[in-house]
């Protein structure tokens, strides 16, 4: 039941978060939509878990450590990058462009 | 009284969907990072409450506690750490860069649409009300806690040694001088 409506709704949030990552220039907003594709991926995982067994919740509870982790790091680097450029934004930190 | 209740589920589905869907398009598109924050704290809750409507209560409420809770303080502690509460004149790339990122969309869209259209195989399928049943015996918590600590005991204590790698490389990247 509502497999196929779950995943729909699971595909348009990711795309939405696909898209953020695509126009934003604020690294923090950037992180967030990139938070925002992991949940519609992790909706994915419940739908399925209530056809295929139990083992798609495990999987969700291990994406949301993988995120918790990812958050972390993710957040002290942004940080790091802060004291170093004393800006967020992704279109001055350009050190790999050719 | 099961009919109407099976209506009631897909009725809730859709709100919450809608609601959803209506708060993730507002965090991406507002300027502010402070307002996109608290519009994906909805998101999430939203998320939460998909997961208790597909059977998920457990994790329904780990959503709220890690997610809306812990992740997000982070992500606005940093933005008031920084001082960006102020969206600033170029947090969105530039018409070209919105049309190419608008085209992108559409398509991977236009190719997740086939999702809807998905049926699990039908030898691995369980029977409809198969997850309820087994909550019903095993409880909400035990459901995911029996499996969790027997058939993934291994991935479960690397999830640890992952959590203190992060501890580590925040605490390394947080030092002053770097």
């Known amino acids: ?98 | 009284m099961a009919w109407v209740s099976a209506h009631l589920t897909v009725l809730a589905f859709w709100v919450f969907a809608g609601v959803a869907i209506v708060s993730a398009t507002m965090c991406v598109t507002r300027r502010n990072p402070v307002a996109s924050a608290l519009w994906l704290v909805v998101t999430l809750f939203q998320l939460a409450a998909l997961f208790v409507v597909l059977d998920a209560q457990f994790l329904a409420v780990l959503q709220v506690l890690v997610y809306a809770g812990a992740i997000m303080v982070l992500f606005l502690f940093v933005i008031m750490l920084l001082n960006l509460g102020q969206g600033g004149p170029h947090d969105f790339k530039s018409a070209i860069g919105l049309g190419v990122g608008a085209v992108l969309a559409v398509l991977l869209l236009l190719q997740l649409s086939v999702l809807r259209h998905l049926e699990p195989p039908a030898a691995i399928a369980l029977p409809p009300g198969a997850m309820a049943a087994q909550q019903a015996r095993d409880g909400l918590v035990g459901t995911v806690a029996r499996p969790l600590f027997d058939a993934y005991l291994i991935p479960f204590e690397i999830t640890s040694l992952l959590l203190l790698a992060a501890i580590v490389g925040a605490v390394v990247l947080a030092m002053r001088k770097l």
């Open chain 1, 1 to 98: 039941m509502l497999l196929g409506p779950s995943l729909a709704v699971s595909a348009v949030l990711f795309t939405i978060g696909v898209a953020g990552v695509l126009v934003r220039r604020n690294a923090i907003v950037i992180f967030m939509c990139v938070e925002l594709m992991l949940n519609a991926v992790n909706l994915t995982f419940v739908a399925f878990a209530q056809r295929l067994g139990v083992a798609g919740q495990i999987f969700v509870f291990f994406v949301m450590a993988v995120a918790a982790a990812e958050a972390a790091v993710g957040l002290a680097i942004v940080l790091a990058i802060y004291r170093h450029r004393e800006t967020v934004d992704l279109g001055n930190i350009n050190l790999l462009k050719g």
